[in-house]
Nanobody
């Protein structure tokens, strides 16, 4: 069992930056790949970024490549999402999730989810 708690969301102007954090409970955090997903108003939850269990591989949606960076600190049981050059279309609730196996970009494959943190980007 893994419990996930996101933080770091907020209101920011376009072009600004935020860093999201996701703290995990449990001693098995390092055995999971981790992902971030965005749910914009009225839309389905979509893949943003993912990182392998040891941080050696990262994956990004085309829409955030070059702007967002995912990282993890297994000693702190935490995964991060650094968001730069934010755009209004980045607005939404951001969820972190833990993946034991399967496709990184498929929300149906993830085993555990956090409650989400709101990101609002004003134009």
């Amino acid at each position: 069992q893994v419990q996930l708690v996101e933080s770091g969301g907020g209101l920011v102007q376009a072009g600004g930056s935020l860093r999201l954090s996701c703290a995990a409970s449990g001693r098995t955090f390092s055995s999971y790949a981790m992902g971030w997903f965005q749910q914009a108003p009225g839309k389905e939850r979509e893949f943003v970024a993912a990182i392998s269990w040891n941080g050696g591989r990262t994956y990004y949606a085309d829409s955030v490549k070059g702007r967002f960076t995912i990282s993890r600190d297994n000693a702190k049981n935490t995964v991060y999402l650094r968001m730069n050059s934010l755009k209004p279309e980045d607005t939404g609730v951001y969820y972190c999730a833990a993946l034991s196996g399967g496709r990184y970009d498929s929300r149906d494959e993830y085993d555990y989810w956090g409650q989400g943190t709101q990101v609002t980007v004003s134009s």
